[in-house]
């Protein structure tokens, strides 16, 4: 009997307990009550909440603070968020957006492992920002060097080395810049994806004919036979650029491709599902998995 | 001041790597046969880059100004060979730089070479009275013409130490004799062969500067250059100091606390406490452009390591190639395995042999895979050895560490900046850390912001 007396009462104080603490809990929501404009939660809603910093801002929150009190007003800095968002966000801010075009990572170094001079065996701090302090880390200064900055600075897995040079994968990447700022060698810029696949200029050697061509077999010579067929490419120095405000109804790139003897200008991106069905009855090369087992037992125990 | 006065002054800390030194020590300077093609970058020293004031197939003779001095922290470059101007091209130079250079093809017929050569650069008189009569303006003036630059490695425009300071008067001037990097072997064949122009050189540069004492300070492991330089120094007030042998001695500011007992602010020049640094082979070709009115064409330049088949000390002209130097010294040996330009503790890997020479290349040392082979690094286990070894009384792991990590700010705590990147931490780590690689990222970190 004296149990559940104790019980009941041991019940009841937390009960009454709950009601005090709600109580005051709910004087002080009203009373500490902040007034936060209802837009800029709003748009934090619509922001993707990766909070990667490529806007500029510390993250999400921030960013949206600055687009609802008019501090900023550019819609167009979120690179996660894509067309969808600034679409979004100008609805929230009632604002008409003209066609924002998704903006992505570009590497514009695109020379294997065995097509360019490697010069020495590099021992240092397995970093590019460490190999590129070494003068003869590789023959060409400009290059990617293959040592994953990039790599490990993307939030999203939409940067790999492959074949010794980083490579985007457009499946993933949001174009929130960071690989481009984690580069120290600045081989990668943003480009706006006006189509699923972009045509670009993929090397950055600023060096004349036979300084490329002793350091890299597909690299840039800064020929300019590419400029002088179309006005969509433009010299940049020794290398050409795109324009990319005519890029829009821009489809004859065969006489810029057939010019170019360096394979310097690619095709990055997604492919249209029209070239996947074009390769889809070739032969894919059997793939040989590793077997990890059959080198444990040669190497030395270290414990 | 009473540490400075004792015969083996020196600083705190550093370390004594092997020296190495008898492999080329013995070899007096041997002139290079003029080659046939050098390529003079227009950037060879601390500062702002040349401009060309060449055309291409332009004839030019030795000693005719090549590329223009463009600001105040600035050295004029100079044809080091007679012949005709190819069309300017770039060049990667040992320490990373992409520079401009212009070639120059050499004539058949030279004005000046072999032991003409020799004794145009460093024989003769060699006069110590009446150097009074040259106007210190005109000292520091001459300097610059001649594009002398500081020739102990970091190439630091010399007219800029010679002008005087009127705000902080200097009043010892401290010439560098140390030669502390292993290896090298050039500055104490100079001392050894030419100590009487390294004294005219030294009392030309103490009446630029207005120093009211000159000392010439020498590590005790070269008692020839000492004995040498006594000799040349008789009746002239300049005192020549031995110093303990350790490294980095000839540091300027380790030699500033060894010579004169003054420590150097951190991040601040020896000229605050009121001592400026020139190293025997600037002084030496001071004394040459001012007595003599010749640029900087030449320079004295040890190949050595246990990868070269004959090591030897070399005068020869600025702009020639590494791989011309290495093939007059014999070449390499089979286990050679990598080119250092300098010495192994400052010295910068050379990428591709084809680069010149410039005016601070002090050395190519040639080491071999017993050499450099690396150990697996390992955890920092905090044993303390880098700090312990630092000469500027940092600690290198917090560095080094706070700089893996990304972290500049807190790298800068710890005085990033202060770092001269001497090695001796790196040298000293048992984890095989690469400290002072680390260092340089987090510089670069830094002057990123």
Redesign the interface.
């Known amino acids: 009997m004296l149990t559940f007396v104790t019980v009941i009462l041991a019940a009841a104080v937390l009960v009454l307990l709950a009601i005090a603490m709600g109580w005051v809990l709910g004087w002080a929501n009203r009373a500490f009550y902040v007034y936060v404009d209802p837009k800029i939660l709003e748009i934090q809603d619509a922001l993707p909440g990766a909070n990667c910093g490529g806007c500029g801002y510390v993250g999400c929150n921030s960013y949206a603070d600055a687009l609802g009190t008019g501090a900023d007003e550019d819609l167009t800095l979120c690179g996660p968020g894509g067309t969808s968002c600034v679409g979004a966000i100008a609805e929230i801010l009632g604002i008409e957006v003209t066609e924002v075009w998704p903006y992505k990572a570009v590497v514009h170094c695109a020379a294997k492992l065995d097509e360019r001079l490697l010069?020495?065996e590099y021992?240092?701090?397995p970093?590019c920002?460490?190999a590129?302090?070494?003068?003869?880390?590789q023959?060409c200064?400009y290059g990617c060097m293959g040592l994953s900055d990039c790599v490990r600075v993307c939030d999203y897995d939409a940067i790999h080395i492959v074949d010794g040079v980083a490579v985007v994968d457009y499946e993933k990447c949001t174009g929130c810049k960071l690989c481009a700022a984690a580069c120290?060698r600045n081989i990668i810029t943003m480009v706006p994806f006006k189509r699923s696949e972009m045509f670009v200029v993929a090397c950055s050697n600023d060096?004349?004919g036979k300084?490329v061509q002793s350091v890299c077999t597909v690299g840039c010579t800064g020929c300019m036979s590419c400029s002088r067929v179309s006005d969509m490419m433009v010299m940049d120095g020794n290398r050409p650029a795109i324009n990319y405000d005519l890029y829009e109804d821009f489809t004859d790139f065969e006489p810029i491709l057939e010019k170019c003897k360096r394979s310097s200008l690619i095709f990055v991106g997604i492919p249209t599902e029209g070239q996947v069905a074009a390769v889809a009855d070739e032969e894919v090369p059997e793939r040989i998995e590793a077997d990890f087992q059959t080198t444990v037992d040669d190497t030395e125990w270290r414990g | 001041m009473s540490t400075a006065t004792t015969s083996e002054a020196t600083f705190a800390r550093g370390i004594h790597p092997p020296e190495e030194k008898h492999l080329a020590e013995g070899m007096p300077i041997e002139i290079l046969p003029t080659p046939a093609s050098v390529m003079i970058p227009l950037l060879q020293h601390l500062g702002a880059p040349c401009e060309a004031c060449v055309e291409a197939k332009q004839e030019v003779a030795i000693g005719d100004k090549v590329g223009e001095a463009t600001s105040f922290i600035s050295s004029p470059v100079h044809a080091s060979i007679d012949g005709k101007t190819k069309k300017a091209?770039?060049a990667?130079?040992?320490?990373?730089r992409?520079v401009k250079v212009i070639p120059i093809k050499a004539a058949a017929e030279q004005s000046i070479s072999g032991q003409d050569l020799f004794d145009d650069v460093f024989g003769g008189e060699w006069p110590r009275d009446g150097l009074d009569a040259y106007e210190p303006d005109a000292i520091s003036k001459a300097a610059l013409e001649a594009g002398v630059v500081g020739l102990g490695g970091a190439a630091f425009p010399s007219h800029v130490k010679l002008a005087r300071n009127e705000e902080t008067p200097i009043e010892y001037l401290l010439i560098n004799g140390c030669e502390c990097e292993p290896y090298l072997t050039a500055d104490y064949r100079l001392m050894v062969e030419v100590p009487e122009a390294i004294i005219t050189g030294t009392l030309l540069a103490k009446h630029a500067t207005g120093a009211k004492e000159a000392i010439i300070g020498i590590e005790n492991n070269k008692p020839k250059a000492i004995a040498a330089l006594r000799k040349a120094a008789e009746g002239t007030g300049v005192e020549v100091r031995s110093l303990k042998t350790k490294y980095p001695q000839g540091a300027e500011r380790q030699l500033t606390t060894a010579m004169i007992g003054r420590e150097v602010p951190t991040l601040g020049l020896p000229l605050q406490v009121g001592a400026v640094v020139q190293n025997v082979g600037t002084v030496a070709a001071i004394a040459r452009a001012v007595l003599r009115g010749k640029a900087l064409t030449h320079r004295v330049i040890t190949v050595t390591g246990a990868g070269i088949r004959e090591p030897k000390n070399l005068l020869v002209p600025i702009g020639v190639s590494y791989q011309e130097l290495i093939d007059y010294c014999g070449g390499m040996t089979e286990d050679a395995a990598?080119v250092i330009s300098g010495g192994p503790m400052m010295g910068?890997?050379?990428?591709?042999l084809s680069?010149p020479v410039t005016k601070g290349t002090s050395g190519i040392t040639v080491l071999t895979h017993e050499d450099?082979k690396?150990s697996e690094e390992t955890a920092c286990i905090r044993c303390g050895r880098c700090v312990d070894a630092c000469p500027l009384n940092l600690v290198p792991t917090k560095i080094a560490l706070a700089s893996?990590a990304g972290n500049a700010e807190v790298a800068e705590t710890y005085y990033l900046q202060a770092c001269v990147e001497c090695g001796c931490c790196a040298y000293a780590c048992p984890a095989s850390i690469?400290l002072v690689?680390?260092v340089?990222?987090g510089k670069?970190?830094l002057s990123n912001k």
Do not use: S, W
């Not at chain 1, 590129?132 to 880390?137: K, Q, S, T």
């Not at chain 2, 990667?92 to 990373?96: D, F, I, R």
């Not at chain 2, 910068?348 to 591709?352: D, I, L, N, P």
């Open positions: 010069k020495m021992q240092g701090e970093t920002a460490a590129n302090l070494v003068a003869g880390f023959g200064i120290p060096d004349f300084e | 091209t770039v990667t130079l040992p320490n990373g992409h990598r910068f890997t050379v990428g591709h680069a450099v690396k893996r690469p690689q680390l340089r990222i670069i970190m």
